[in-house]
């Protein structure tokens, strides 16, 4: 039997009169949605990008690094901007900034917030940050986990998709809500770390048997990096090279056609030849373009075997059976 809780008891008791609120109380509930909250903040309230911003936001933010008492939640909670997310609430505001705490540029006292001065920076880009698509926040405390083994603590000042102009400010407000790769903006000692512990073509095989479980976990899924201008750089050829393929495919397809038209008696079999005979040959650099194997070979077993014979240097692999035996 169900009975209503002013029977059972359960009521909340009203406080008495002239008396203060009780205290608000920052429990699992709030720090619950305070990480979803965190999530989209992240991005936002980041003195790195809020230096490249020109917004409410962004200017209170600047304004309060230079200031020892810091920005009261509520001041953040009445931009347009943090409105825009759907927060109404001061404690939900302070939980996921104190959510945020970790990143190392942002630190609340109370409900005053604290910013670290967001100038110097480098961005990187980090591939498989997770084996499945994490959130803006697991991202970063990936990245905190990769660089413990150097004993630094990282300060992760923008997460972005991991492609050309992400940390732009036009885009980074707009950056998918979960990634496996990123392109991230951090300290210089921690890009360091990043791109010489985690390089893109090293072997990680150098770590301990008794590392953290963190960094085993990060380095197991697969985590590498680069700097952003060598990734640009790849960015850049593989589009020049997929939109010289598009258009000679194009080209290749107009021959075909017009060779049809002009000897409609052609077999079809001749097709396909013909037109494996005028496929590009160019690719990126370092693709291999074909390989033979056996016959009754597995293809992730096949894979395995690539993967272990050039450790980290295997991007992507794509298997495809052949047509004649």
């Known amino acids: ?32 949605g305070g990480e979803a909250l965190a999530c989209a903040l992240l991005n936002w309230l980041s003195p790195w990008a809020c230096a490249r911003r020109d917004d409410a936001l962004a200017a209170l933010v600047r304004d309060a690094q230079g200031t020892p008492d810091g920005v009261h939640v509520a ?38 917030v604290h910013f670290a001065p967001g100038d110097a920076a480098d961005v990187v880009f980090v591939e498989q940050v997770s084996e499945r698509a994490c959130s803006l926040l697991d991202a970063a405390r990936t990245i905190h986990a990769a660089v413990a083994c150097a004993a630094h ?16 400010a036009g885009c980074l407000a707009h950056t998918p809500a979960t990634l496996k790769s990123a392109c991230v903006a951090v300290d210089p000692n921690t890009a360091h770390v990043l791109c010489t512990r985690y390089d893109w073509a090293l072997d990680r095989r150098w770590l301990p048997s008794d590392a ?7 380095v197991s899924a697969g985590l590498r990096a680069m700097p952003h201008e060598a990734f640009c750089a790849r960015a850049r050829e593989y589009e020049v090279w997929q939109r010289e393929l598009v258009q000679r495919n194009v080209r290749a397809a107009q021959q075909r056609a017009r060779a049809a038209g002009h000897d409609a008696d052609a077999a079809p079999a001749e097709a396909p030849a013909e037109a494996a005979a005028e496929a590009p040959r160019d690719y990126p650099r370092g693709t291999i373009v074909a390989l033979a194997r056996t016959r009754g070979a597995d293809a992730a077993a096949y894979k395995a075997v690539l993967a272990r014979g050039v450790p980290n240097r295997a991007d992507y692999v794509d298997v495809q059976e052949d047509a004649v035996r």
């Open 1 to 32: 039997m169900l009975l209503p809780r002013s029977v059972a008891g359960t009521k909340r008791r009203a406080p008495p009169r002239g008396g203060s609120a009780p205290p608000v109380v920052l429990g699992a509930r709030t720090a619950e």
């Open 75 to 112: 001041r953040l909670l009445a931009t347009p901007e943090v409105a825009a997310l759907g927060c109404t609430s001061s404690a939900e505001l302070a939980a996921a900034i104190a959510q945020l705490a970790s990143l190392g540029w942002a630190r609340l006292n109370g409900f005053h």
């Open 212 to 218: 953290r479980r963190e960094v085993l976990q990060a």
């Open 153 to 168: 603590d990282a300060t992760v000042w923008a997460v972005g998709a991991p492609t050309l102009g992400a940390l732009d």
